[in-house]
């Protein structure tokens, strides 16, 4: 199984464990922390996204309920993302800070309430705009997300033949 044939409720775990092993195993060929940095900013600035695009307009009660019922899934999903990237050591300080302020200002919320659901999505689109402008500034930030996606597969075949059974 390859991160992209898993779920996206699945996606953290597998790679919370893979990014584990690389750390631990440090294989030939991958630079962990430079292949961690790299999924991490990605996530940020790209997948974590993910969690505001399903949103449509609402139209009647059944839509509302729900949307309401999706949001507080989706809500409880990324405030786990938040947490398991803050706690990522290979993160500069200066990004830690702004997915604490964002983890801050969205874990309280319910986004049942469509103008509260917007309000995180807009604070997603802050916090992905500030971390894009870093990105540009720090050449390493950069060249970490070019490294994970030209290194994705050969991360995720190594660690997955490590644990077959064979």
């Known amino acids: 199984m390859t991160e992209s044939e898993t779920s996206p409720q699945e996606l953290p775990a597998y790679s919370t464990l893979r990014n584990q ?8 060929g991958i630079d962990p922390e430079k292949f961690i940095l790299g999924e991490t900013l990605s996530d940020i600035v790209g997948d974590d996204g993910n969690y505001f695009v399903w949103y449509r307009s609402l139209s009647d009660q059944e839509d509302i309920a729900h949307f309401q019922s999706t949001a507080r899934t989706m809500q409880e999903e990324y405030k786990a993302r938040l947490m398991g990237e803050i ?29 509260t659901f917007l309000n995180a999505r807009d604070k997603w689109r802050a916090l992905s705009a500030e971390v894009r402008e870093t990105m540009k500034t720090n050449l390493e930030l950069d060249e970490s997300v070019d490294y994970y996606i030209n290194t994705m597969e050969t991360a995720d075949k190594l660690y997955l033949d490590s644990h077959s059974l064979h």
């Open 21 to 28: 092993w690389l750390r631990k195993t440090r294989p030939e």
């Open 87 to 115: 706690k990522t050591p290979e993160l500069p300080q200066e990004i830690i800070t702004k997915l604490e302020t964002t983890l801050n200002g969205v874990k309280s919320e319910n986004w049942g309430d469509r103008e």
